[in-house]
């Protein structure tokens, strides 16, 4: 596959612009900026154990959800995580781990 933007990976920077984040980058990872907090948004489900970055929000298809999440539940990464299920137009918080203390 090319460079370019994935229908995926357009879909998940509307859905993040929508929720009122500057979004930077283009492919199909990207950052994710609203306040105080930055995120690391993926639509590549490359789970990264040596990632720095705090907040990770992977965007997947129906179809990926429940492998990425085993993945992401086995990795145990230190990171905080969630997942976006995109489907089309419609879109849904899947998995969004508590927050330990």
């Known amino acids: 596959m090319g460079s370019g933007t994935t229908p ?3 879909q998940a920077r509307s859905i993040f612009t929508d929720l ?3 979004v930077d980058g283009d492919g199909p990872e990207f950052r994710a900026e609203r306040a105080w907090k930055v ?6 489900q490359t ?11 992977f965007v997947a298809e129906p179809a990926d959800v429940d492998a990425l999440e085993r993945r992401l539940e086995r990795r145990q990464p230190a990171y905080e995580w969630a ?4 489907d089309g137009d419609e879109y849904q918080v899947e998995r ?3 927050v330990l203390t």
């Open 47 to 57: 789970v990264d154990d040596g990632d720095t970055a705090e907040y990770r929000c």
């Open 20 to 22: 009122g984040y500057v």
């Open 8 to 10: 995926l990976a357009e």
């Open 96 to 98: 969004a781990p508590p």
């Open 83 to 86: 997942i976006i299920v995109a």
């Open 39 to 44: 995120v690391h948004v993926s639509t590549t």
